[in-house]
């Protein structure tokens, strides 16, 4: 965090904590402590009135298990916004894409995120690749994220495991950091305040 005289707080960004992530045709996951752990961060910053954004996602295809009207696009008991809490919702990996965020983040004075959410390597990662890319300082709260394993995805590589959902997370907290974010645990990020999260 920049931690400049008179800067707002890091936001703290919760990217697609929502029911859709339940259903079991995701296969194995990962770290089931992520949401215990969003909501560490998310009581933390609530007790300081520091910005909160909820992000989440609808898609677009007619078989998308996001599909807008549905239960499943409903936010994670325990995560949901509160009033005044501000929500964004997007159609694709970026939480920056189709929204008004960034316009969000430039108009509150705010130039650095925490950010957690689901899954790892898809819109966790999209959304710290291009927040960085847009000068934002990104701290990524590793273990209040979470992947599913890669097997589903390996039809271009026919014969070859895909990475299960410990490597596929690790992987990708690996690429981010140090380039694109400073990966650190919750209760890191939490003990740290909010002039030293990066």
Known sequence: MNGAAGASPAALLLVDFQRAFLDPLWGARNNPGAEARAADLLAHWR????????VRHEGTAPDSLFRPGTEAV????GLEPLAGEVTFTKAVNSAFIGTGLEAHLRAAGIGDLVLCGLTTPHCVST???MAANLGFGVTLAHDACAAFAATANMGWAAGLPGPDAEAAHLYAVSHLHGEFVTA?????IIGAGPAHVA
């Open 74 to 77: 409903a936010f994670l008991p």
């Open 127 to 129: 959304s710290a690749r």
């Open 184 to 188: 650190r645990a919750s209760h890191e």
């Open 47 to 54: 007790a300081r009135g520091w910005p909160v954004i909820h």
